[in-house]
């Protein structure tokens, strides 16, 4: 992220100051919570991405900042939720805020956060803007139902796998990048080529979480490793694996994924299998798919040094190991 960070470094420590200032309640347990989530660290890519892409479109405005707040501030809303749906005891490392404060305390603030987003958006005054970050909260709720339903389910397939990560998680990724677009007023071909840009960057991003999952150290990822699997998700290198591996071996897997608890030996053996078969190659190309199309996204705009960190950044995403 390098690229990214000379271009608008100081415009990301500006939206963590602006992070803080958009925290102040009379209740001090939100501006805690807050505050712990915030400061356990992450790479701020969904921020980054609006900043970049406002500056590509030549924005000069004071909005960026403030605007990234909010992105900020919806992804953090949903970072709480998820660590409540998923009963997560880490997030980046440290506890997550459920097993500090419980799972009460942290629905709640994440409800403060997703309403406050709401008020701060009105602030930036643009109504094309509320609309495509509101729809983006309104899919991303979906998005976790969807993946609920999908819980345990070994026949899911990839194309309702890819619907789900859609929905999930690239849809703020898109969402950030098209907001800087109309912060720019570009025209309607290129805020929809950065609309693109971000949906394809998403699922990207999360096809390598998936592989992480199965393949990184807690103290790399910053999960719990094989959490997903024993939470019953099914995530693309494990649908891989399911469409290949044997009846027996099948059953084997489905049996890991029905318990209650799953033991190291239980984790070991799906991995094993997942790796035998080439689900987490299979996964890794995709996602490179999904950058290659990224590149083409931005196309339509001239070389630039923000455009080459904007594809930087992309590139990133298939090569982290957290």
């Known amino acids: 992220m390098q690229a990214a ?4 470094g100081e415009d990301l420590r500006n939206v963590e100051l602006q992070f803080r200032k958009d925290l102040e309640s009379d209740v001090p347990l939100i501006r805690k919570v807050g505050e712990y989530v915030l400061s356990s660290g992450g790479k701020r890519v969904r921020p980054a991405l609006l900043l970049l892409a406002a500056r590509l479109c030549c924005y000069e405005g004071n909005q960026a900042v403030p605007l990234a707040s909010v992105i900020e501030f919806i992804h953090t809303a949903t970072l709480l939720h998820d660590d409540v749906v998923d009963s997560a005891t880490l997030r980046r490392g440290l506890a997550s805020a459920n097993t500090l404060w419980g799972n009460e305390a942290s ?6 956060l ?7 958006m009105v602030t930036v005054g643009s109504m094309d803007i509320l609309r495509i970050l509101s729809g983006a909260t309104t899919i991303i709720a979906e998005g976790e139902v969807m993946q609920l339903l999908c819980t345990g389910e070994i026949d899911l397939s990839e194309d309702q796998y890819i619907k789900v990560v859609r929905s999930k998680t690239a849809i703020l990724m898109s969402a950030a990048c098209e907001a800087g ?3 720019g007023a570009t025209s309607a071909d290129m805020q929809k080529a ?4 971000g949906m394809n960057l998403g699922i990207a991003f999360q096809l390598m979480d998936d592989t992480l999952d199965y393949i990184a150290t807690e103290e790399e990822f910053g999960k719990c490793i094989g959490h997903d699997l024993e939470e019953g998700k099914i995530t693309l290198p494990l649908i891989h694996t399911l469409r290949h591996c044997s009846v027996e071996e099948r059953q084997a897997i489905s049996a890991v994924i029905e318990k209650d608890e799953m033991s190291l030996d239980d984790f070991r ?3 094993g299998l997942v790796k ?6 299979y996964t890794v190309v995709l996602a490179r798919r999904y950058i290659e199309a990224c590149t083409a996204d931005l196309q339509c705009f001239g070389p630039s040094p923000v455009r080459e960190a904007m594809l930087d950044l992309a590139t990133y995403v298939v090569t ?3």
Not at 5 to 8: H, V
Not at 107 to 112: A, K, Q, S
């Open 194 to 197: 950065l609309s693109d840009f």
């Open 114 to 120: 997703f309403s406050k987003s709401f008020s701060l």
């Open 107 to 112: 629905v709640l603030v994440g409800d403060f």
């Open 5 to 8: 960070l000379n271009i608008i």
């Open 320 to 322: 982290r190991s957290k």
């Open 269 to 271: 053996d799906v991995s």
């Open 181 to 183: 677009a109309v912060l």
């Open 276 to 281: 035998r078969y080439g689900g987490i190659e």
